[in-house]
């Protein structure tokens, strides 16, 4: 596969990173609400379909070629996120099933499985992401771009698909494992 360097001057670069910018906020809207514990029944389910829909544009990020910004520092995008509050919330909401095994690196050898927890996993991406949102409401829609796909790249996009496959697990029990009394 050749590797593609696209550069910061493409209008459509800058429209990309507006579609991304546009399902950014949508995940973290729709985590902030599940977390308040309003429809702590449907949680689960929620929180399959916004990772689900994140994974899309994480797909489209891995697909498209390196973006390089013309800068190579990234200026700053102000305060880190305070996740502390969320990650505690969505603890609350996911309260037994908030810890998971998953193999963390299935290319890994020896393959290791490890313990994660949904909650962190969920609160860290988000953190990732709104990092991106910074540069990208700052007018920086190119370093949004740059970082929102190298940190799915090295970071939020593991967390988010072990997230998945943890609550596509947890909405497969709780349908499948009827007792057929």
């Known amino acids: 596969m050749s590797e593609l360097v696209v550069k910061d001057h493409s209008d459509d670069l800058t429209d990309f990173a507006a579609e991304i910018a546009d399902q950014v906020e ?35 990020l891995g697909a498209i070629g390196d973006v390089v910004p013309t800068e190579r520092f990234e200026p700053d995008a102000g305060p880190d996120p305070d996740i502390d509050e969320l990650r505690e919330r969505l603890a609350k909401v996911l309260g037994p099933i908030d810890r998971y095994v998953e193999i ?9 499985a490890a313990t994660f927890v949904l909650s962190d996993d969920i609160a860290d991406v988000t953190a990732d992401l709104i990092h991106g949102l910074q540069h990208f409401r700052a007018g920086r829609a190119i370093e949004a771009l740059w970082w929102w796909q190298f940190s799915y790249l090295s970071h939020w996009g593991t967390h988010a698909g072990a997230a998945l496959r943890a609550l596509q697990s947890v909405v497969a029990h709780a349908r499948l494992d009827v007792n057929s009394d």
């Open 26 to 60: 949508s995940f973290v809207i729709a985590v902030r609400e599940i977390a308040r514990g309003d429809e702590p029944g449907g949680a689960v389910a929620l929180l399959l379909l916004e990772v689900s829909q994140l994974m899309l544009a994480g797909g489209r």
């Open 104 to 112: 963390f690196d299935p290319y890994q050898n020896p393959v290791s």
